[in-house]
T-cell receptor
Framework: DVKVTQSSRYLVKRTGEKVFLECVQD?????MFWYRQDPGLGLRLIYF???????EKGDIPEGYSVSREKKERFSLILESASTNQTSMYLC????????????FGPGTRLLVL | GEDVEQSLFLSVREGDSSVINCTYT??????LYWYKQEPGAGLQLLTYIFSNMDMKQDQRLTVLLNKKDKHLSLRIADTQTGDSAIYFCALDRGSTLGRLYFGRGTQLTVWP
């Protein structure tokens, strides 16, 4: 079974703090993704990566950056957290071959005070 | 308008069939997916259909694809309270980088 893990289930940070969200997958997948999920807005893609050190902006990259130094790990960074970044953050990975099925982690619920 | 549209809410009685609909604008997808999200959890893949198929059945789940009308549906037979969740349709739109495009999700509530 594919396993995607996220470093925290719940996180509380203060405005202006630098926040790191970590995601690890154990299936040697090429592609990794970061989404945020807000009620009524569904999933919105922040950034994705199709290879080590490669990244592409999604639909809402502003205020975020990412890092992929190793194939299995994809980090989302909030350089200076703001209250409007309070959300559920979901990480996913896919193999990049054949179908594009994405496998999701359990999510990190971030509260910025 | 949205590229992938779903109704936000659906309520059914336990034992009835549920039909969740999804319409889309781009016809270039190879695979079309249905994901389920239970409260407080990530998304789990329920099923998918290849674009050259019209129907796929998997136990209580039936997926119908009408390419002409750009309409995808998920039918859940004998719906149970455990089926209460958010259901997302997703399309690849021919992406070569693995990107999927999601609808906003349909909240299914099953009443006993």
């Amino acid at each position: 079974d594919v396993k995607v893990t996220q470093s925290s289930r719940y996180l509380v940070k203060r405005t202006g703090e630098k926040v790191f969200l970590e995601c690890v997958q154990d299936m040697d997948h090429e592609n990794m993704f970061w989404y945020r999920q807000d009620p009524g807005l569904g999933l919105r893609l922040i950034y994705f990566s199709y290879d080590v050190k490669m990244k592409e902006k999604g639909d809402i990259p502003e205020g975020y950056s990412v890092s992929r130094e190793k194939k299995e790990r994809f980090s989302l960074i909030l350089e200076s957290a703001s209250t409007n970044q309070t959300s559920m953050y979901l990480c996913a990975s896919s193999s990049g071959q054949g179908g594009q099925t994405q496998y999701f982690g359990p999510g990190t619920r971030l509260l910025v005070l | 308008g949205e590229d992938v549209e779903q109704s936000l809410f659906l309520s059914v009685r336990e034992g009835d069939s549920s039909v969740i609909n999804c319409t889309y604008t781009d016809s270039s997808s190879t695979y079309l997916y249905w994901y389920k999200q239970e409260p407080g959890a990530g998304l789990q893949l329920l099923t998918y259909i290849f674009s050259n198929m019209d129907m796929k059945q998997d136990q209580r789940l039936t997926v119908l694809l009408n390419k002409k009308d750009k309409h995808l549906s998920l039918r859940i037979a004998d719906t149970q309270t455990g089926d209460s969740a958010i259901y997302f349709c997703a399309l690849d739109r021919g992406s070569t980088l693995g990107r999927l495009y999601f609808g906003r999700g349909t909240q299914l509530t099953v009443w006993p």
